[in-house]
């Protein structure tokens, strides 16, 4: 065999090229062992193709089954290294369990998926190499899928472990009905959901009122200036307010048949009138929203008063706000929204924030002179960064810690390259010295270059600030420094806190990941 050239079933690499077989072959540094090969789906009929995807079924069991495997190693390896944490007050923003948060961030980061879906795979993958070794079984040899093995670890994940390996096994014998057919996920979810009822150790009743302890709300965004909002709460609760907004909506359709809306829409909207009642509503919400006229922007947004309000920030260049271009604006902890909106909502806006061209009057470097950066400073590094910094996180800066990148005890400076914004729980990370955090080519202006993250276990990530497009570039000089010590950046931008101006804004993507 020529150098270079390894065999796979027999069969060389030119000999497989030839054949057109489809081939995952190992990169340098993995640990994958042989090469993974199949012929290509485009070459076969239709019937061959469709046992290609058996098998690709049958490969992901097994994958899914190593992964489990390995993201449990991590999770040993990952206690062995929280065990060098001393007792400190740090401990206390994970509940004590610092080995899990490290966990979750080592998984997160590696797979590059959420944290939320990190702390699932990994509290699955604990069951699957724990008490649910038969069902890790069954994944390994390609007997039941992925999505039916996280049916049983989802549910056995509040059974006392004394009960969980027998209601696995048990489990598994409810993959096939009596005459033998596969259940499907959802099929299968009931039956197992089924038999966790009747075989819990605690009554229904005990465990409700421990899991209505998590009840949130949690937004996601979606394309196109979109967003899904959603509630984790009791069964009833959510029912019934599903109840009350199908009734609401075919009320205000019995009222005026010659609303165009669908009653999927009518119920979206009176969700909103619901919730934002006497606050905000939008153009076209709902009986009584007075809408512009043709030609003229009219009052999209009506401000009542007296309630709690939601503070929302929109980041605005000044010609988009005066309707030279209708460039997209941003929506804080979301993305692009169009001018229209934009420009609706600084209408509603109590509140106005100048981001200026130039860095005149804003301290960028206090050296050590102080360790807490001024209300100027902390502001421009909330603009700059967007998020918090570490990989993958999503949180908006505002509602992050202004972390030291060199701590201060060890020489730091409350200077804008040296300082970030990070969560909560991923600034206690770094402190603990489980993650370290280096910035490439920082910028002794501010603008700062991005960030290399090493974890414990030697993986390697990049994060940085937030890259915007705000509309054109504003004058280069002549900006007006705010009287508090607002941020400045280079755009021209404007910031408008919205339609309120309280604290309390929207809530994160994903539900938290510990």
Excluded at 55 to 71: H, K, N, Q, Y
Excluded at 94 to 109: I, M, N, P, Y
Excluded at 293 to 310: C, N, R
Excluded at 443 to 470: F, K, T, Y
Aim: proline share 8%; with cysteine.
């Amino acid at each position: 065999m020529p150098s270079g050239e390894a065999s796979v079933g027999g069969a060389s690499d030119a000999q497989l090229q030839m054949s057109g077989a489809v081939a995952l072959i190992p990169r340098p540094g993995s640990r994958l062992r042989g090469r993974l090969w199949h012929p290509d789906p485009s070459l076969l009929s239709g019937e061959d193709a469709r046992r290609v995807l058996v098998d690709i079924g049958r490969a992901r069991s097994f994958l899914a089954a190593l992964e489990a495997l390995a993201v449990e190693r991590i999770r040993i390896a990952c206690e062995d290294e929280a065990r060098r944490v001393a007792a400190t007050a740090e401990r206390e923003r994970f509940d004590g369990d610092v080995a899990h948060a490290l966990v979750v961030s080592e998984v997160a980061v590696t797979e590059g998926i959420s944290e939320f879906a990190a702390a699932r795979l990994v509290k699955s993958s604990e069951a699957l190499c724990g008490a649910q070794l038969a069902v890790l079984d069954g994944l390994e040899g390609g007997e039941l899928t992925e999505a039916h093995a996280r049916v049983i670890t989802d549910e056995t994940s509040t059974l006392p472990d004394e009960l969980a390996e027998e209601f696995g096994i048990k489990a598994l014998g409810r993959l096939e009905t009596r005459s033998g057919r596969r259940r499907t996920v959802p099929e299968f979810r009931r039956a197992v959901r089924s038999l966790r009822e009747r075989q819990h150790p605690e009554s229904i009743r005990e465990r409700k009122v421990r899991a209505v302890r998590d009840r949130s709300v949690y937004v996601r965004p979606e394309p196109d200036g979109m967003c899904t909002l959603s509630a984790f709460v009791p069964a009833e609760v959510g029912l019934a307010a599903l109840s009350r907004l199908d009734g609401l909506a075919r009320a205000q359709r019995a009222a005026d048949p010659e609303d165009g809306r669908t009653l999927p829409q009518l119920r979206a909207d009176a969700l909103a009138e619901l919730v934002l009642a006497g606050e905000v509503a939008a153009r076209g919400m709902g009986p009584g929203i007075p809408a512009g006229t043709a030609g003229e922007p009219g009052p999209a947004l009506v401000v009542g008063h007296a309630v709690p309000s939601a503070e929302i920030v929109v980041l605005v260049s000044a010609e988009t706000l005066l309707g030279a271009n209708d460039e997209p604006a941003t929506l804080e902890g979301y993305g692009p929204i169009d001018a229209e909106t934009a420009r609706d909502l600084a209408v509603a806006a109590p509140t106005w924030q100048r981001l200026v061209t130039d860095i005149n009057g804003v301290p960028l470097a206090l050296g050590r002179l102080a360790y807490r950066p001024p209300k100027g400073l902390r502001r421009f590094i909330e603009y700059r960064d967007g998020t918090c910094q570490f990989p993958g996180c999503s949180r908006p800066a505002r509602r992050a810690e202004i972390d030291h990148m060199v701590e201060w005890q060890d020489g730091g400076t409350t200077d804008a390259p040296n300082l970030q914004a990070l969560c909560r729980k991923h600034h206690a990370l770094k402190s603990l010295r489980l993650w370290d955090a280096k910035r490439i080519d920082p910028d002794r202006q501010g603008a700062a270059g991005d960030i290399v993250w090493v974890s414990p276990l030697g993986g390697r990530a990049v994060s940085g600030p937030e890259e915007r497009d705000v509309g054109p570039q504003g004058p280069a000089s002549g900006g007006t420094q705010p009287a508090d010590g607002a941020p400045v950046d280079g755009d021209g931008s404007l910031a408008s806190d919205g339609p309120a101006s309280s604290k309390a804004s929207a809530p994160d993507g994903d539900p938290p990941p510990f």
